[in-house]
């Protein structure tokens, strides 16, 4: 009887220690219960760890006891706070020199091909442009602290910025700039999410710009932080060979983009100087190509 209270102590205390090291994924709390912008990705970092289980043992994931912007988020994360541990930003260099990239692009480069939200009565306008300099002539809408700012500025476009989506779309209502650019699974989301909001404004649909984009996962730079990105990076190769990977990219972004009809659209490419190095452009199976080629 000692005996087997003795292994049984043993497993317990085993278990116990298994369950003190698993691995704590905390991610942004989603803005409210309607908020489903990140579903996506929390899914497949989901699926990633469940396919690492056997490499890293149990994890726990889940949101953040409260709402954060996305300069607190970085700052939490770079301070070990445990308040959160993992986030998704389109990198850049800076982001990059302060926390880990997992350098492995979640939406595929997605976000790099940019429908226009536009007013309405300005179709015909957009329908006629033929070339990037046209283009360039038109002023862009984004949200301030996003990297796709200096993106278009450095691509020789005026932008216009404001704190937040629904500020931005108010602003091209309001005529403040001519064209909000965005990428194809949120672009007709966000018309929808702010019709009642802000009338005469549509989606535009003919023309495509494209940048080389990457969305990450990012974590502290850290030895914990560093564990938790090799895992992560892992199980989302192991979803890419498997396929599970591409599953859930269709089942999330394929109606949308399939509404965006990408294929018969006038495409203006666009460099992204700020595109920091260690993308993994060499890496076909990584990147969604909706043209043909």
Request: glycine fraction near 14%; hydrophobic fraction near 40%; proline fraction near 5%.
């Given at each position: 009887m000692r005996r087997v209270i003795v292994t049984v102590w043993c497993l317990l205390m085993a278990a116990g220690r298994a369950f003190a090291l698993a691995d704590a994924f905390i991610y942004p709390r989603p803005e409210s219960d309607t908020d489903h912008r990140y579903e996506?990705?929390?899914k497949l970092l989901q699926t990633a760890l469940?396919?690492?289980?056997?490499?890293?043992?149990?994890?726990?994931?889940?949101?953040?006891?409260q709402v954060m912007n996305q300069?607190?988020?970085?700052?939490?994360?770079?301070a070990g706070?445990?308040?959160?541990?993992?986030?998704?930003?389109?990198?850049?260099?800076a982001l990059e020199a302060t926390l880990?990239?997992?350098?492995?692009?979640?939406?595929?480069?997605?976000?790099?091909?940019?429908?226009?939200?536009?007013?309405?009565a300005d179709r015909e306008r957009f329908a006629a442009i033929r070339s990037l300099d046209e283009l360039r002539r038109l002023s862009a809408g984004q949200v301030n602290t996003w990297s796709d700012v200096q993106i278009l500025r450095d691509g020789g476009f005026n932008v216009?910025?404001?704190?937040?989506?629904?500020?931005?779309?108010?602003?091209?209502?309001?005529?403040?700039f001519d064209f909000f650019p965005r990428g194809p699974d949120e672009a007709y989301r966000d018309s929808d999410e702010w019709r009642d909001a802000v009338a005469g404004l549509v989606v535009e649909k003919t023309l495509l710009l494209h940048y080389p984009f990457a969305r990450y996962f990012f974590v502290q730079r850290s030895p914990a932080g560093a564990r938790m990105a090799t895992r992560v990076e892992l199980g989302l190769n192991r979803m890419l060979k498997d396929g599970s990977f591409d599953t859930l990219f269709m089942q999330y972004k394929g109606p949308l983009i399939a509404k965006a009809?990408?294929?018969n659209r006038r495409v203006f490419e666009l460099n992204n100087v700020a595109l920091p190095p260690g993308a993994p452009?060499?890496?076909k199976e990584l990147w969604f190509k909706p043209l043909p080629n």
């Open positions: 996506y990705e929390w469940d396919k690492t289980i056997v490499d890293y043992g149990p994890y726990t994931l889940g949101p953040s006891s300069a607190r988020l970085a700052g939490e994360i770079e706070s445990g308040r959160v541990s993992i986030f998704v930003r389109g990198t850049s260099a880990l990239p997992v350098r492995i692009p979640l939406d595929k480069g997605l976000l790099g091909y940019r429908v226009f939200i536009i007013r309405a216009i910025t404001g704190h937040h989506v629904g500020t931005v779309f108010k602003m091209l209502a309001a005529g403040r009809d990408l294929r452009t060499g890496r």
